[in-house]
């Protein structure tokens, strides 16, 4: 089993930044990628960002390059998201989560869930 417990997020002003961190616990070695996604009211929960395990490969999706930046910290075991230049589109809940499968773009594939933060961007 995998632990997760997220911090960070809140209410921010159109342009501006959050940060958002995650720690692992338990058998966080088993762990081949965390992600990130989100999901707003309404709408179903998509990805927004992973990175592998081994290597720190990143991905991210269209709606957030550029934007958001991934990292992880393997010996604290601890995946950041860093948001900058946020818009009220970016309105959401955001879970951090973690998979052992390679297919880490897809909610499908992660088994582990941390408790989502609200994140508010107001215009």
């Known amino acids: 089993q995998v632990q997760l417990v997220e911090s960070g997020g809140g209410l921010v002003q159109a342009g501006g930044s959050l940060r958002r961190s995650c720690a692992a616990s338990?058998?966080?070695?088993?762990?081949?990628?965390m992600g990130w996604f989100r999901q707003a009211p309404g709408k179903e929960r998509e990805f927004v960002a992973a990175i592998r395990r081994s290597d720190g490969s990143t991905y991210y999706a269209d709606s957030v390059k550029g934007r958001f930046t991934i990292s992880r910290d393997n010996a604290k075991n601890t995946v950041n998201l860093q948001m900058n230049s946020l818009q009220p589109e970016d309105t959401a809940v955001y879970y951090c989560?973690?998979?052992?499968?390679?297919?880490?773009?897809?909610?499908?594939?992660?088994?582990?869930w941390g408790q989502g933060t609200q994140v508010t961007v107001s215009s």
């Open positions: 989560a973690a998979t052992n499968t390679m297919i880490v773009t897809e909610k499908r594939s992660y088994a582990y």
């Open positions: 338990g058998r966080t070695f088993s762990t081949y990628a």
